[in-house]
């Protein structure tokens, strides 16, 4: 059974750090990408990875403050946050896409963790 698991959301004010977890078992992707949703608001992709190269895509609003990044040796895939503003505030979605360049839309990924949801407050 192919479950990507998310942990590490909760409260942070303005300008503070959270640090996303996402641990995948029962296969591994080619790769993996954090989406957000907030409320009201269609869920969007904010980051994705390559498992095998780690190169790395953002979208432009998180550019300079969001890190991706991957640990092959404990099969995790994190989203460090920093310098956090309000409007960050989302549930957090990992997903995990088998496509060699999968791009930034929903539909290329075929596997998503069940959410964390992350609160900033100002």
């Known amino acids: 059974q192919v479950q990507l698991v998310e942990s590490g959301g909760g409260l942070a004010q303005a300008g503070g750090s959270l640090r996303l977890s996402c641990a995948p078992s029962?296969?591994?992707?080619?790769?993996y990408a954090w989406f957000r949703q907030a409320p009201g608001k269609e869920r969007e992709f904010v980051a994705g990875i390559s498992w095998s190269s780690g190169s790395t895509s953002y979208v432009d609003f998180v550019k300079g403050r969001f890190i991706i990044s991957r640990d092959n040796a404990k099969n995790t895939i994190y989203l460090q946050m920093n310098s956090l503003k309000p409007e960050d505030t989302a549930v957090y979605y990992c997903?995990?896409?088998?496509?060699?360049?999968?791009?930034?839309?929903?539909?290329?990924?075929?596997?998503w963790g069940q959410g964390t949801q992350v609160t900033v407050s100002s």
């Open positions: 997903a995990g896409s088998p496509k060699v360049v999968p791009g930034r839309g929903e539909y290329a990924y075929d596997y």
């Open positions: 029962g296969r591994t992707f080619r790769n």
